[in-house]
């Protein structure tokens, strides 16, 4: 797999662990030491995978966060320098993929990308449309649709209803979602799925199929009757 990947980090010893590592596992990797700097990278790069140091001397890394989700959906690994809740909680809502408290064992980040790279480049045999009431979803071309009108979503909004539509009438808890959409377990944190459902189910308005809550439970997808 020769994904590219763009490593945005100002400590230079990090930077160079992180760089030989992926290099050693045969991934292209390009270096940005700035938010500035990360930004023409970006462009130039065009990358399969951004690690994103949300400690950055020009910018919050958080806000880079957000401009990029603005225009692409390439996946994001963030590096914290400590396991500060709210910023953990506000790096997810921003649609962050993972993150890694530093000190990081290298190994692990290079699994975690694979992970990433593998969940994110499309889920093999998952081409066949789902459909539930007027909603309908096409996994490959990765495009929604209520009724004949194109809807647009963000990749974890779209991983959500993906999930919703798989198990239609199946009550999801919210640690089931978080795993299977997130990719990783996050106890507690269940906010962040509260607000993805909230923007789902606002830009799917118009749906015969509504997501329910279910109290202390979680969510299902009801089909029209
Ligand atoms: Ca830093």
């Known amino acids: 797999?020769?994904?590219?990947?763009?490593?945005?980090?100002?400590?230079?010893?990090?930077?160079?662990?992180?760089?030989?590592?992926?290099?050693?596992?045969?991934?292209?990797?390009?270096?940005?030491?700035?938010?500035?700097?990360?930004?023409?990278?970006?462009?130039?790069?065009?990358?399969?995978?951004?690690?994103?140091?949300?400690?950055?001397?020009?910018?919050?890394?958080?806000?880079?966060?957000?401009?990029?989700?603005?225009?692409?959906?390439?996946?994001?690994?963030?590096?914290?320098a400590r396991a500060e809740d709210v910023q953990k909680i506000e790096a997810l809502e921003s649609g962050m993929d993972d993150y890694?408290?530093?000190?990081?064992?290298?190994k692990e980040l290079v699994a975690r990308v694979r992970a990433i790279l593998r969940r994110t480049s499309g889920m093999p045999g998952t081409g066949r449309m789902l459909v539930v009431g007027n909603v309908s979803i096409?996994?490959?071309?990765?495009?929604?649709?209520?009724?004949?009108?194109?809807?647009?979503?963000?990749?974890?909004?779209?991983?959500?209803?993906?999930?919703?539509?798989?198990?239609?009438?199946?009550?999801?808890?919210?640690?089931?979602?978080l795993e299977d959409v997130w990719g990783f377990a996050y106890p507690g944190e269940t906010r962040t799925v509260d607000v993805h459902v909230k923007q789902l189910r606002d830009k799917l308005a118009d749906a015969d199929a509504k997501i329910e809550t279910v109290w202390g439970v979680g969510y299902k997808l009801v089909a029209p009757t």
Do not use: W
């Open 100 to 106: 890694m408290t530093k000190p990081f064992n290298p």
């Open 138 to 177: 096409d996994p490959a071309r990765h495009e929604v649709h209520v009724s004949d009108r194109a809807v647009s979503l963000r990749a974890k909004e779209f991983e959500l209803l993906e999930a919703f539509c798989r198990q239609p009438g199946i009550v999801l808890t919210r640690d089931r979602l």
């Open 1 to 80: 797999m020769t994904a590219r990947i763009v490593v945005v980090e100002d400590d230079p010893s990090v930077a160079e662990l992180v760089t030989l590592y992926l290099r050693n596992a045969e991934f292209i990797v390009a270096h940005a030491r700035t938010a500035a700097e990360a930004r023409v990278k970006f462009d130039e790069e065009k990358p399969a995978l951004v690690i994103l140091d949300l400690g950055l001397p020009d910018a919050n890394g958080l806000e880079l966060l957000r401009e990029i989700r603005k225009h692409a959906d390439t996946p994001v690994l963030a590096l914290t």
